[in-house]
């Protein structure tokens, strides 16, 4: 018996289309397809090609050595403070001021606590992870070790690279955003091995005579630079901010070989300094630029 619909006919005139690779739709749409496909291809490797080229042209630049820190310093107290250091200025400021960085471990930040143990050598799990407070020996508020920076942000993220150093004694944050002075002052009762923070903050707690000085062998300042190309030492307001600090509280322990300082992130080529030269102490003068 019939379904009762009527079978379908092909209408005269027609002739019926082969279906697959040999319909001429088909094959327009199949090649369409592999065209598509191979821009594609082109697309992806002109963009894989330039995101290595980038990459290149963007890897974590190499720590300076204590040289060229000294240099980018120097450069940077006579710019901010408007003077230009005398030769007897200049030879109390030596290379052994600034810490040699290790170029293995470049500067990634998550790797900073690798080049603060470097720098305390052998002692370092006795200066920067013992947290008992010893009377008459150990001061309380006064870390071993202070980092710098322009911002509370900058300030959080170096002290995340130091992580495992601050498990028994924990690090204090010193600036202004969300915390305030006197609970950073109940902190520094108590023993502290790393603080971080900003220099508005930091000299308002050494006035005040709540941040120690006594036990500080290293000051990390954190030069990298925001995404207008501004750091610790050019900000204007911050910038004249860390100068103040500096002049008060960490020249003398410079010159004295009390202190040494690292300039963690990447120095200027030099090229806005062309023409400038610094005298150190040996008396030979290099050139910013070099």
Request: charged share 25%; glycine share 6%.
């Amino acid at each position: 018996m019939g379904s009762g619909k009527p079978e379908k006919t092909q209408k005269p005139g027609r002739t019926p289309k082969p279906f697959g690779p040999n319909n001429p739709k088909s094959q327009s749409k199949f090649k369409k397809k592999t065209n598509t496909k191979n821009t594609a291809n082109r697309q992806i490797k002109t963009k894989t090609t330039s995101v290595t080229g980038n990459n290149k042209n963007n890897q974590p630049s190499q720590p300076a050595s204590p040289s060229q820190q000294l240099r980018y310093f120097l450069s940077q107290f006579e710019s901010a403070n408007g003077v230009q250091l005398s030769s007897l200025e200049l030879e109390s400021i030596k290379d052994s001021c600034f810490l040699d960085v290790s170029q293995e471990l470049g500067q990634d930040v998550m790797k900073l606590e690798k080049h603060i143990k470097e720098a305390f050598g052998a002692k370092w799990k006795e200066e920067l992870c013992e947290g008992k407070h010893i009377e008459g020996k150990i001061e309380a508020g006064s870390p071993a070790v202070l980092v710098v920076s322009p911002s509370a942000l900058r300030s959080i993220e170096l002290l995340r690279g130091m992580r495992t150093l601050t498990k028994e004694c924990h690090a204090v944050k010193l600036f202004s955003k969300h915390m305030k002075i006197d609970e950073q002052v109940s902190l520094l009762m108590n023993r502290v091995n790393i603080a971080s923070g900003t220099p508005s903050r930091i000299k308002k707690l050494i006035d005040i005579e709540a941040l120690g000085l006594s036990r500080l062998s290293v000051l990390l300042l954190d030069i990298h630079t925001d995404v207008k190309g501004y750091s610790l030492l050019t900000l204007p307001q911050v910038r004249d901010e860390f100068w103040d600090l500096y002049k008060n509280y960490f020249h003398q322990q410079l010159v004295k070989g009390d202190l040494r300082i690292c300039l963690y992130g990447p120095i200027p080529n030099g090229n806005e300094f062309k023409g400038k030269s610094v005298e150190l102490a040996d008396g030979d003068r290099e050139q910013l630029d070099s």
